[in-house]
């Protein structure tokens, strides 16, 4: 009997597919790009992330399937190839499993064939591996473990980029609050144990809050904006306004994602997850074409919080930290600029 496959494996299929289609044989586009006086700017895939923010409407996945706020951390590891970072240092990888350590791809890298065929089955085929692969990357800050939705790490370095996402589509003065809340703490704690780490939090919001509650609209942009300022917190923050219509909205259970800004656990007590279903490609192809329509309003999102600011600081931020030796493809992808 076949077994029935989570909401994320199902998810994974159509993300992996959409992104597939957005870098075809894994060329990715560049996205620096020159304005007036040659000043350099990054050009966010905005056709991408409104195709990736449909597959959880498409799926009907609540927020406490994870799917939601899946569909953002797909986008930015995968704006993060574009600017020039290998398809292993940036997590979530673009194939199953999600986490591997950079060394373990160097080591099977170096394998024969012989060895290397049955280990790279047994990582696809297992959900994880402890102290190995993962489905999610947990960094211990100052005083505790939290979970880091999208990450450039390696033992040489240590972690250079942790990006942080939330996404909030209903039940708007209720969460938050809370949710702001818990973003400040866990910059606190991350940046305090790693000062030189690219730190920034993406906050994906529903845009129907400027008609439905414009004054909790207002006081949240103000709060994101001001997490990006402050000295001990992110380094920049993002909002991702998302417009879609009512029939295609997720059910609202007034349930929330599981809290952060708790002790979590580590890498040994990670639930597995399944690999992605084998699914025929062109049916894939066919699900993608009856995706929910999603439009980010650029127009509507404060000029602090655009992503086009937000992916260029971070990027920046790694690429100032680091020798001239390391990471040059990002920075031959950024002098290349047009």
């Given at each position: 009997?076949?077994?029935?496959?989570?909401?994320?494996?199902?998810?994974?299929?159509?993300?992996?597919?959409?992104?597939?289609?957005?870098?075809?044989?894994?060329?990715?586009?560049?996205?620096?790009?020159?304005?007036?006086?040659?000043?350099?700017?990054?050009?966010?895939?905005?056709?991408?992330?409104?195709?990736?923010?449909?597959?959880?409407?498409?799926?009907?996945?609540?927020?406490?399937?994870?799917?939601?706020?899946?569909?953002?951390?797909?986008?930015?590891?995968?704006?993060?190839?574009?600017?020039?970072?290998?398809?292993?240092?940036?997590?979530?990888?673009?194939?199953?499993?999600?986490?591997?350590?950079?060394?373990?791809?160097?080591?099977?890298?170096?394998?024969?064939?012989?060895?290397?065929?049955?280990?790279?089955?047994?990582?696809?085929?297992?959900?994880?591996?402890?102290?190995?692969?993962?489905?999610?990357?947990?960094?211990?800050?100052?005083?505790?473990?939290?979970?880091?939705?999208?990450?450039?790490?390696?033992?040489?370095?240590?972690?250079?980029?942790?990006?942080?996402?939330?996404?909030?589509?209903?039940?708007?003065?209720?969460?938050?609050?809370?949710?702001?809340?818990?973003?400040?703490?866990?910059?606190?704690?991350?940046?305090?144990?790693?000062?030189?780490?690219a730190l920034g939090f993406v906050f994906g919001?529903?845009?129907?809050?400027?008609?439905?509650?414009?004054?909790?609209?207002?006081?949240?942009?103000?709060?994101?904006?001001?997490?990006?300022?402050?000295?001990?917190?992110?380094?920049?923050?993002?909002?991702?306004?998302?417009?879609?219509?009512?029939?295609?909205?997720?059910?609202?259970?007034?349930?929330?994602?599981?809290?952060?800004?708790?002790?979590?656990?580590?890498?040994?007590?990670?639930?597995?997850?399944?690999?992605?279903?084998?699914?025929?490609?062109?049916?894939?192809?066919?699900?993608?074409?009856?995706?929910?329509?999603?439009?980010?309003?650029?127009?509507?999102?404060?000029?602090?919080l655009a992503p086009s600011r937000f992916l260029?600081?971070?990027?920046?931020?790694?690429?100032?930290?680091?020798?001239?030796?390391?990471?040059?493809?990002?920075?031959?992808?950024?002098?290349?600029?047009?």
């Amino acid at each position: 009997m076949a077994v029935k496959q989570s909401a994320r494996a199902r998810a994974w299929v159509l993300f992996d597919r959409i992104v597939a289609l957005a870098a075809p044989d894994e060329i990715h586009s560049n996205p620096w790009r020159k304005g007036p006086n040659d000043k350099l700017f990054f050009e966010p895939d905005y056709a991408t992330l409104e195709r990736l923010l449909g597959v959880p409407l498409h799926l009907k996945a609540g927020t406490t399937s994870g799917v939601p706020a899946l569909a953002l951390d797909v986008w930015l590891s995968y704006e993060l190839r574009r600017a020039g970072f290998d398809a292993d240092q940036a997590w979530p990888r673009p194939a199953h499993p999600r986490i591997l350590p950079g060394a373990v791809t160097e080591l099977l890298k170096d394998l024969p064939k012989a060895m290397r065929q049955p280990l790279e089955d047994r990582l696809i085929r297992k959900g994880s591996i402890p102290g190995v692969t993962s489905s999610s990357a947990s960094i211990l800050g100052k005083n505790y473990l939290k979970q880091v939705d999208v990450i450039i790490t390696d033992w040489v370095t240590g972690p250079e980029l942790l990006i942080s996402t939330k996404r909030m589509d209903s039940s708007y003065g209720k969460n938050a609050p809370n949710r702001v809340e818990e973003s400040y703490g866990d910059a606190k704690n991350l940046r305090l144990r790693h000062p030189l780490a690219a730190l920034g939090f993406v906050f994906g919001l529903r845009s129907d809050i400027l008609q439905k509650e414009p004054y909790v609209a207002d006081w949240l942009f103000d709060l994101l904006a001001k997490l990006g300022r402050e000295d001990d917190a992110y380094h920049a923050t993002c909002l991702v306004l998302m417009e879609y219509a009512d029939d295609a909205a997720l059910p609202d259970t007034g349930e929330e994602a599981p809290a952060a800004g708790v002790p979590e656990p580590g890498p040994e007590a990670d639930a597995e997850e399944d690999a992605p279903a084998s699914v025929p490609v062109t049916q894939v192809d066919q699900y993608i074409e009856q995706l929910p329509k999603v439009r980010v309003l650029q127009d509507k999102t404060p000029e602090d919080l655009a992503p086009s600011r937000f992916l260029a600081a971070m990027v920046e931020r790694v690429l100032s930290a680091t020798p001239v030796n390391m990471h040059t493809e990002a920075r031959r992808r950024r002098k290349a600029a047009q």
